[in-house]
């Protein structure tokens, strides 16, 4: 519903529930993936991967490839000598790090193609290119590899010790990055002066990235203009445009156009660069085609960036009466093989500094060991960082409750950060902009019923089960900007977004942004924004995203920014066009500009509504550029580049109520109550697709997805056979709720809204799991909570929890 305070602050059209746009085209089948893309005369490409996870490469053997029936090309690395490795553009900030080498001195990725040593299983060796994906695939198969094997490390913590195997020559002992926060000093003392102190062994473990779309790539190179189309399964076009073409096939910017069509989710997984994306691109100006290449659901589990995966010591301190007053956490961060484009930055700083959540902490630390291992690289997952870092707190804060014999909620509620107390710096390098945490986190229990929960235990213990209910809490660093502050936390880039609106003669409105949708309806929120702004319907109005040709230069979606900033640049945009209509207007009436009033759709003399001039009127005037005022030139064409002073920070509070069959140890969640604050919202229909999303990926990864990986370094998971994804028939139907506190950092008073709810629920539903067991002495049991793991810690036997 939508409150009157967030009608008050926009034209009417922002919180309206307006109908999706974008529906139509995907409930017909006919919007254009990645896969749907044809060109005249396209090949198709396959990549060859390593079957080891860590091997020397003796040889390669393409001449059986090449003899088949409809093969264009074979590659290896031995074709691309100039080709440079990928980069990565988020280092842990503020400390020493290791990276592979690139030749620009800036921190190295990748290879291309791997020619001399492969670091995990998948890792790309050749293409080959046929005339159908069929050829190409056989083709890739009958590549002969000699490889000399090399011992294989998986485990972050275990790639650190002495005699571990070595990944990178210039990453020594495996260690990217030693990145701390907090004050560490102060941690320990007030850890040794506790009355209580509480530790806690975690395994946030490693996911598997898993949108409904695999990723995609077409190249065409045009010899005739000498330059290059890449369609991809993108997240950032723009950034995609400069980093390939300056920084991996070094190419002038200019020659390089960046195309995302409709992208099928992403969750994080397609804001990186892959080498499929160059090597597209090469192959088509070797062969002088297009060249396809669209990944399969085992390639993109043993390509595509992976989550989590964090092994973590936890220690929370407090009082006797329910006060924390501590709380320190030492991980370390599984990197995989290589760093991805921004996977370090989101093991250290997404994490670390977001450990205190909603909690008025006195004294806070956190320090990660980020490593490299012979596993697919680490990337962000949905809730990046913030997840994990609030299933340890959250986890604790339990641990804490039961070992003071107060109720959790009491706990929680007594050290809330107070709605008086903002701006409020955590101590760990976030200053959480706005909240009423007391508000949110009493209107989450109210609705979950949780006063009347011991009724129902003794009601499900009379049907053979156990009935936990488990409380968390959130705060997500949201609205990636401001670019300063991303540079102090290693980002080699801008973080900012653009948006530039053109006003046609006829009254239409082109609104194009920088931001590239992966399903979160940009074109019909953005349309609200635009039409909201300038009083007129939204049908009127065009969206224009994901093309690097079109769309002003910009940043992309990722870290729940679009509304947050796109919506923010198109605002302002839409002011300088009012503004611009407004002088324009003063020369009509013959009047100073400040007693002309812009409202309701159209510009009028204050006081005088009826004689105003519509928003047609004026775009046609301004066409036709008669009688302007000196200074005012033609048109209505403007673009604004937002780059907000600060982070926004949504926060919330999720309860679960789960039942435990005692025969079987199967977990049901019967109850999912969710109450979260991302500020003022654009569309209500949107944002509640969003949170329900992101409640069923943090249940999935708590009940039963895991990347699991032998000691050889294969993954047993490679497919969806072996690895589990939540089902409708698994999640009950949410209750959902929210509380509104605007940001002060964007004229929209935005948040971020699109992965906030994944934070949550792993931690809720874990801490109504070992509720429901809590009797028999269980105090935690590791990710994912299986049904075996429930039921052994039900039947007592050793390693089953701890």
Known sequence: MTTAEERSVSGGLLGTPLDIREDGQLVRGE?????????????????????????????????????????????????FPDVMPLPCIWVPGGVESHFPPHPYGLPGARPVLSGDVVRHVGDPIAAVVAETPKQAAAAAAAVVVDYEPLPVVTRADRALEDGAPQLHEAVPKNLNAYWTCGDKERTDHAIAEAEVVVELDLVNQRTVNSPLEPRGAVGHYDAATDEYTLYASTQGPHNHRFLLAALVLGIPFTKLRVIAPTIGGSFGTKGYL?????????????????????????????????????????????????????????????????????????????????????????????????????????????????????????????????????????????????????PYDNGLGWTYDSGNYPENFDRALRLAGYDDLDARRAEARRRGKRLGVGIATYVAVCGVGPSTRMSQEGMLGGTWESANIRVHPTGEVTVTVGSASTGQSHRTVFAQVAADQFGIDPATVQVLEGDTLKAPYGQGTYGSRSYSMAGPAIVLTAQKIKDKMRRAAAAMFQVSEDKVVYAGGKVFVEGDEENGKSFSDMAMALWYGWNLPPGLEPGLDETTHFDPPDFNYPFGTHVAVVEIDELTGETEVVSYTAVDDAGHIGNPTIVQGQIEGSIVHGLGQVLMEAAEYAEDGRLLTKDLRTYALPRAADVPFFRLGRTVTPSPHNPLGAKGAGEIATVPPAAAVANAVVDALSDLGVRHIDMPITPEKVWRALNGTSGAAQ
């Open 31 to 79: 919007a254009t993936f990645v896969a749907d893309v044809r060109l005249p005369g396209m090949a198709h490409m396959a990549i060859l991967g390593s079957d080891h996870a860590h091997a020397r490469i003796r040889s390669i053997d393409t001449s059986a490839a090449e003899a088949m029936p409809g093969v264009l090309k074979v590659a290896t690395a031995a074709d």
């Open 274 to 422: 892959y080498p499929d994306m160059p090597l597209v691109l090469l192959l088509s100006k070797a062969l002088g085609r297009p060249v396809k290449w669209v990944d399969t659901r085992t390639g993109l589990m043993n390509s595509t960036v992976q989550g989590r995966d964090h092994r973590q010591h936890a220690v929370v301190a407090g009082t006797r009466d329910g006060r924390i007053t501590a709380v320190r956490c030492t991980s370390y961060a599984n990197l995989g093989a290589y760093p991805s484009t921004i996977g370090p930055g989101v093991a250290t700083a997404l994490m670390g500094r977001s450990i205190t959540g909603m909690y008025e902490i006195g004294a806070a630390f956190c320090e990660v060991y980020a490593a490299f291992t012979n596993t697919v690289p680490l990337g962000a997952q949905r809730g990046s960082g913030r997840a994990e870092a609030a299933f340890l707190m959250e986890r604790l804060v339990d641990r804490y409750a039961h070992e003071i014999g107060m109720d959790p909620a009491a706990v929680r509620r007594r050290n809330l950060v107070p709605a008086d107390s903002f």
